[in-house]
């Protein structure tokens, strides 16, 4: 059961332009979300995250959005930066307990 | 400040044997979480320590264990090695109930166990 859904696998976006990361989640008792950068042959980076309390929140080029009702979630990145391309990840806690789950990432290539 | 590291880099074991794999958070944290990256898979939970008690572990067979040490390194060992434990294997570390940020799991760079 994938409580946590990437459903592009991969995405490409023009150097400057906004890169639009979503994910999808089926758990209502995850109370904290997250998204991690993957470079090959690195562990995942911490980028953002958000509390389902909030709606938004930004830390320079990257937001994410939390529609709780939709039960969704989504990354931009604005401009997207050649330095961007890597996989990404988004990640969900559940109330309670500190595991976090983790969609099946989404390859984010950043073209010139 | 010096991240998560793990060790070794890369392991090649054969079917039946053992692995152990080491993990040191970051200073400060004492959680630390086992994660398995399989090929073409996502990032599936194993295990979770803290203050050297085991909290959680995910849907993996008891062959797969670890420990938490006094100084909050932890070691992964996973018996009776299958094909199928091919895989990246990460730790991460955090702080749980120190404060701000307490839900934030920062990685290693993780072991690459490859079993022949």
């Known amino acids: 059961d994938q409580q946590v859904k990437q459903n592009s696998p991969s995405l490409s976006v023009q150097e400057g332009?906004?890169?639009?990361?979503?994910?999808?989640y089926t758990n209502s008792m995850f109370d904290y979300f997250l998204w991690y950068k993957k470079y090959p042959a690195e562990g995942p980076t911490f980028l953002?995250?958000?509390?389902?309390?909030?709606d938004k929140n930004e830390d320079g080029r990257f937001t994410v959005f939390l529609n709780k009702s939709a039960k969704h979630l989504s990354l931009h990145?604005?401009?997207?930066q050649p330095g961007d391309s890597a996989v990404y990840f988004c990640a969900a806690k559940i109330q309670g307990a500190q595991k976090l789950v983790f969609g099946q990432g989404t390859r984010l290539t950043i073209n010139p | 400040?010096?991240?998560?590291?793990?060790?070794?880099?890369?392991?090649?074991?054969?079917?039946?044997?053992?692995?152990?794999?080491?993990?040191?958070?970051?200073?400060?944290?004492?959680?630390?979480?086992?994660?398995?990256?399989?090929?073409?898979?996502?990032?599936?939970?194993?295990?979770w320590y803290d203050e050297g008690e085991e909290r959680n572990r995910g849907n993996f067979p008891p062959r797969f264990s670890g420990r938490q040490f006094p100084n909050y390194s932890s070691e992964l060992n996973v018996n009776a090695l299958e094909l199928e434990d091919s895989a990246l294997y990460l730790c991460a570390s955090s702080l749980v109930g120190k404060g701000q940020g307490l839900y934030e799991q920062y990685f290693g760079p993780g072991t690459r166990l490859t079993v022949t």
């Open chain 1, 77 to 80: 990145i604005v401009p997207s």
């Open chain 1, 17 to 24: 332009r906004i890169s639009i990361l979503n994910c999808d």
């Open chain 2, 1 to 47: 400040e010096a991240g998560v590291t793990q060790s070794p880099t890369h392991l090649i074991k054969t079917r039946g044997q053992q692995a152990t794999l080491r993990c040191s958070p970051i200073s400060g944290h004492t959680s630390v979480y086992w994660y398995q990256q399989a090929l073409g898979l996502g990032l599936q939970f194993l295990l």
């Open chain 1, 48 to 54: 953002i995250s958000i509390s389902s309390i909030k």
